[in-house]
């Protein structure tokens, strides 16, 4: 699922003990929408520019864009994108305190400045896998931590169980576990709280196509037809924005309605569910023995309505190593206010100490 680009909206602030969730107070409505542009400045660091970026080659067509900030001698974090298909932005920079971190920012392959834009030829996890390792030796890096929500905590959760020696930390937001259960409940459960945005999704199909919308929309959204894909493509995205805030944010579906995200967004993530993001269900949690000594924060929004929090809850009972922060006024956004100010917490946390307790 994507990384949204929301601005906060109020602030909340909670602590824990490893394994127990700490639930982060909520505010008021009212409080939530005055504190708007004071969380904005307050939760995240400046906004900041790359001193150095390029293009990463593959053995294949794939060229991955990539992009550092902050302080070149600072800790390395490898920011991972959501979607997947979603992209970076520039926002995505400030959990970070520039002056104690490295920060690298990458375009997953098909996704944002990376091309060819929305290709899903050699698309795949264990593809994406790879081109993070790809990175972190041509950037010359040891260990990083690796920082991922949505989609990003599932790739970064794969990344990690695939080369534990190489990561020092993972903080993982709006977990996704990309189980069966979880590509239905976004698809089609989603109603239970969102009626009106899914029923939009499910209107673009024919009835009689309509009990699989997956396959319905995977097959339109890989069609060559600009007529056929692009349609389809703005429903999925559109759809995927308005249930991923607490309150309602037109700003944010307007942008994921854009011609580029929108087809991006949606085509790799139709072609990532219908393979079952090319790993066994259940993988993640089976392979939890790999990373068990690996310092991790899980941060979960209780209202988040594209990965519910009962896929954070079995991974953090799976882990209580793992600390594990539910963030009581906030939905899936990234940059909503409680979530936002928890990652920020929690980078300032392992600048300090190298752990999240």
């Known amino acids: 699922m994507s990384n949204t680009t929301l601005h906060p909206q109020g602030v909340g602030r909670g602590c824990t003990r490893k394994g127990q969730a700490a639930v982060v107070k909520p505010t ?85 400045r990376s091309t060819p834009h929305g290709e899903l030829t050699d698309n795949t996890t264990p593809h994406l896998i790879a081109d993070m390792e790809a990175l972190r030796r041509e950037l010359g890096i040891e260990t990083w931590l690796v920082f991922g929500g949505s989609w990003g905590s599932t790739l970064a959760l794969a990344y990690a169980e695939a080369h534990p020696a190489h990561c020092r930390g993972l903080i993982l937001r709006g977990i996704f576990l990309c189980r069966k259960s979880e590509i239905d409940w976004f698809l089609d459960g989603i109603r239970a709280l969102f009626p009106e945005a899914q029923r939009q999704l499910a209107e673009h199909i024919p009835p009689n196509e309509r009990h699989d919308l997956l396959t319905a929309y995977h097959r339109r959204l890989v069609d060559p037809d600009p007529a056929v894909h692009q349609p389809a493509a703005y429903r999925w995205s559109t759809f995927e924005a308005s249930c991923s805030t607490l309150l309602p944010n037109p700003d944010l579906v307007s942008a994921f309605g854009s011609e580029k995200t929108a087809l991006s967004l949606s085509r790799i993530e139709a072609h990532y569910f219908v393979n079952n993001i090319f790993l066994p269900d259940n993988s993640l949690l ?72």
């Open 28 to 112: 008021s409505r009212q409080q939530l929408r005055s504190k708007d542009a004071k969380a904005s400045t307050t939760t995240l660091h400046p906004p900041i520019h790359p001193y150095a970026s390029g293009m990463l080659t593959t053995t294949g067509a794939h060229c991955i864009y990539w992009e550092t900030s902050g302080n070149p001698d600072g800790i390395p974090v490898l920011f991972v994108h959501g979607g997947p298909g979603s992209g970076t932005s520039p926002g995505q920079r400030r959990f970070f305190d520039p002056a104690r971190y490295r920060i690298i920012l990458f375009d997953q392959r098909g996704s944002g």
């Open 286 to 357: 089976d392979n939890l023995d790999r990373i068990r000594h690996i310092p991790a924060t899980i941060v979960q929004g209780r209202y988040d309505a594209v990965c519910p929090i009962v896929s954070a809850d079995e991974l953090a009972r799976a882990w209580p190593e793992a600390r594990y922060v539910v963030v009581a006024d906030s939905g899936h956004s990234a940059f909503e206010p409680g979530i936002a100010r928890e990652l920020v917490a929690a980078t300032a946390a392992f600048a300090l100490t190298g752990r999240f307790a």
